[in-house]
């Protein structure tokens, strides 16, 4: 049974505000690039402008390219601004060429932050561009310019903003109108432009009424900014928010199997609002839910855990379990809260743990802790189907980056200290 918590807000207004930010300001540079995890502010893991990585073509993939990046890649990499942009294990930002992957030779960093080794708690994070600057969650949320070195640099941040004493991997997200939002013991958000020359950034505003600690990453709807927090509760806050502290719209307990520390980020497609948790439940909730009313559209389980976030493309959702298998369900399956069984089933090398899957051009992409990364047919089949690999290749060691796709590259990082780009070399 869901337990329902819920808070009243003024929503005609709130919602009426939403409208107005949301159109200020694009979130992307360029239509293709991946410039914040799960690709953009909905989190879906679907690039659509993708056209040279296809059924056809992902077979012939090929690791064209290793850049160093000092240390361990756990998180994702993102595209912008004709860069690649990952946080490494030791807490820093590392920024390399894209056109790196084309010269087979490794290239080096053109620049990388001047921060000090920060201890373990946000390895799992992954930046997030908007414009020229780059903003990422480590021991806090820096911002630096995009274009800040060259020639291997260090830089210096543009503005700082403390989160509190905690430290998660949780990935900001950046929505339309110049509004960040990240989520450590709660959610927080800010205004891209609110400082320079290394200023400290004070909030715009900051949730209040959770029951403990979130860390997850958030996900961005129409109305909505949701995001699930370590205690197993899920929540729903509005995206603007007149005073300094914000009530959720609506909040639900759902099962985590107790694991406090593997949070997910949630995906907003198609008017419903998918989140799966740790214990090995997956749940799609509608995001018309209203306070006090608020229960599933339908739910899936597998035997195993869900250690990995959604991705949603072609009214399908997909997701990785530790228990070696990608799973594919339809997005719309039904709408009475009963379980829901797969379209597909793909099976991977050991466990999909903490890597959300990456969708563009008909193929799905995810890595696995046995070190490979998979390409599968996004539309594989139906009723349960087995779905072989369009191509399997090397991620070098345990692999829990979420992978990213932009302009004919698949991008994914490396507990061998590296982002390895793979492309489908050029006939001679």
Known sequence: MLRIVARTVAATALLALAGVVAAQSPVHGRPGDWSQGGFGPHRKGYNPHESLL??????????????SAGADVNGGAVVANGKVFVQNNDGRLVAFRASCV????????????????????????????????????????????????????????????WLGPSIYSSSPVIGGGGFIYVAADILIVFRADC?????????????????GPLGASPALGDAAVYVAGRDGRFYAFPKTCAERGCLPLWAVT??????????????????????????????AFPETCTPGHCAPAWTATVGGHFFSSTAVAYDTVYVGSDDGHLYAYPAHCRT???????RWIGAVAGAIDRSTPAVANG??????????????PARCGDGGASCAPLWVGDGGEFNASSPAVAD???????????????????AP
Request: aromatic share 12%.
């Open 54 to 67: 296809s059924v056809d073509t992902a077979p012939g993939l090929q690791q064209t390219w290793a850049g």
């Open 102 to 161: 084309h010269q087979r030779a490794g290239c080096a960093p053109v620049w990388q932050s001047d921060l000090p080794y920060i201890p373990v708690g946000s390895q799992y994070a992954t930046p997030a561009v908007a414009g020229k600057v780059v903003y990422f969650y480590s021991d806090r949320l820096y911002a630096f310019d995009t274009d800040c070195g060259a020639g291997g640099a260090t830089c210096a941040p543009k503005w700082i903003a």
């Open 195 to 211: 400082g320079s020359g290394g200023s400290d950034c004070d909030r715009t505003w900051a949730s209040v009424g959770t029951a």
């Open 254 to 283: 759902l099962d985590n199997g107790g694991f406090e520390d593997r949070v997910n980020t949630p995906s907003v497609a198609g008017g419903l609002v998918f989140i799966a948790m740790p214990s090995g439940k997956l749940y």
């Open 336 to 342: 009475d809260g009963g379980e829901c069984a797969p």
């Open 363 to 376: 193929v799905v992409y995810v890595t696995a802790s046995a070190g490979s990364v998979y390409a599968f």
């Open 408 to 426: 004919g590259v698949l991008y994914t990082g490396s507990r061998l200290g590296k982002v390895l780009g793979f492309t489908v070399p050029a």
